[in-house]
């Protein structure tokens, strides 16, 4: 009987490699060994009404919990690096996410830096209808695009006018 129960509890906590991934319904299988499990739900930070998706990659380490033993019923507890999947970062003062196609985000809290950088060709969309603020200079390596009025300074660039308009190549006045 002992030793039926140190096999359960052996076989209640396995660790195994992601073989593969069903994303429409959120479950994996997973080698354990010699054995690949059938489809098992991951558990994921957040499935309330605050949602968090982040589904496993094949290849990635991970531990499936077995509720006395019983594979079938197991869920896969995702996160545990590995010389395959080593962590993005070492520093403590980093909270960094690294994505398959090298886009980073990273916010170092020690020195209130946030940092995104984005693959050759991607891009970014902020959609707030109640306005976006920023405090503090911009810097645009590239052009600006506009569909309405841009305002600077107090002075539209739209309807501007311009005093001490001569005819010929005279400048113009500053806005007024």
């Known amino acids: 009987m002992a030793q039926d129960s140190e096999q359960q509890i052996g076989e209640a906590i396995q660790y195994g490699v992601i073989a593969s991934v069903d994303h429409a319904n959120a479950t994996c299988t997973v080698e354990l060994g010699e054995l690949t499990t059938g489809e098992l739900p991951w558990v994921a930070q957040r499935a309330g009404g605050s949602r968090y ?52 985000i990273s916010y170092n809290h020690a020195s209130h830096a946030l940092a995104v950088l984005l693959p050759e060709g991607g891009t970014a969309t902020i959609d707030a209808p109640g306005g976006v603020t920023i405090n503090g200079d911009v810097t645009i390596n590239g052009s600006v695009t506009a569909s309405d009025d841009v305002t600077g300074g107090g002075i539209s660039l739209m309807s501007h006018k311009h005093g001490g308009v001569q005819a010929g190549s005279a400048q113009t006045g500053a806005p007024a």
Do not use: F, K, M, T
Not at 63 to 86: H, K, Q, R, T
């Open 53 to 104: 998706w982040s589904p496993p990659s094949v290849g990635e380490q991970c531990i499936v919990l077995c509720p006395e033993g019983d594979v079938e019923n197991g869920l896969v507890v995702l996160g545990l690096y590995s010389d395959a999947n080593p962590p993005p970062s070492n520093d403590p003062d980093v909270i960094h996410l690294e994505l398959p196609d090298g886009a980073v």
